[in-house]
């Protein structure tokens, strides 16, 4: 089992810029595939963003793509998500998930991550 803590939320302008942070703890961090997920109010659970175990493969969503950019530390056993140009739509609860791997794939369903952070707010006002 992987210990996931998210950090880095806020509220912020549209236009402006986040950066959050992943941190895990438990079983070894680079034998994890990573994720972003997000959540916002009303509406189901959408992915954002994937990194495999090593870093050289990432995975984003058409709607954040070009503004988003997912990234890993495994010497700091911590996923990062900058986010830039942010939009209002942006607005939902970031969760960070890790999943179980001994190769380079990533997934986009949330189903197939084993361990999910508490999640952190992000705000964007118009």
């Known amino acids: 089992q992987v210990q996931l803590v998210e950090s880095g939320g806020g509220l912020v302008q549209a236009g402006g810029s986040l950066r959050l942070s992943c941190a895990a703890s438990g079983r070894t961090f680079s034998n994890s595939r990573m994720g972003w997920f997000r959540q916002a109010p009303g509406k189901e659970r959408e992915f954002v963003a994937a990194?495999?175990?090593?870093?050289?493969?990432?995975y984003y969503a058409n709607s954040v793509k070009g503004r988003f950019t997912i990234s890993r530390d495994n010497a700091k056993n911590t996923v990062y998500l900058q986010m830039n140009s942010l939009k209002p739509e942006d607005t939902a609860v970031y969760y960070c998930?890790?999943?179980?791997?001994?190769?380079?794939?990533?997934?986009?369903?949330?189903?197939?991550?084993?361990?999910w952070g508490q999640g952190t707010q992000v705000t964007v006002s118009s």
């Open positions: 998930a890790a999943g179980r791997t001994l190769g380079e794939l990533i997934t986009t369903q949330a189903l197939q991550y084993d361990d």
């Open positions: 990194i495999s175990r090593s870093g050289i493969t990432t």
